[in-house]
């Protein structure tokens, strides 16, 4: 069964109009055949009106959107930082965005890697300066339930603290170590619930293996 199947219609739709948004500038980067500009073009215009099915942006936006970002196409690099102390707690945000509770991350900036782009999230969206230690794995959006317009590679690593304290940012209303056991799963931005649960496997199993999505057959 396709993975895509099990998702909710509103995220199937949105996955679909962001590959023919993809599949239309990638496209027209490679040819210079009017005729098939003209078509590339017709289908960008179908993708917006087909995001903006499932999007709480009005349609002329999301067009205007589209049309400027004509660069091709390929899946974001993004990170997640599992930062757990000596006593076992894990460092969790508020978002500022959603309003609820995630590990600290975004998007890698060019120039730096995936492990440089998570210690530097931690430490704006948290005060704290940290260690990478581990990768834990690497989490497409598309089936991790993250709710994205663009496709997301998410690199998950863990830390430990080696200074600072808890600040909040721009981005975090809040800052919080907990336990495990004490984790509201129910109050988690979509994806950090299917994330955390590979990084509490790991904790209570070192040898476990990196997660990565795996092609399910037809």
Known sequence: MNKQTSLPIATQIAHIADELRSLSDNGQHWTDDPYQ???????????????????TRPLEEIRAIFSADLDTKTPLAVVDTAVIDQNGQLLLIRRA?????????????VGESPATAAAREVREETGYEVEITHLLGVFDSHYSGTMS??????FLFSAVPVRGEARTSPETLDVRWFDFSDISWTSLSPGHHFRIQQVLAW?????????????EEA
């Not at 317009?149 to 998410?154: C, D, N, P, V």
Request: glycine content about 4%.
């Open 97 to 109: 965005d959603d309003k609820l509770w995630a590990m600290p991350g975004g998007a890698c900036d």
């Open 203 to 215: 904790w209570l199993n070192p040898s476990t293996k990196p997660y990565f999505d795996r092609e």
């Open 37 to 55: 500009i003209e078509r590339f073009t017709r289908i960008r215009a179908l993708a917006a009106e087909l995001q903006s099915l499932v999007d």
């Open 149 to 154: 317009s663009r496709q997301l590679y998410h």
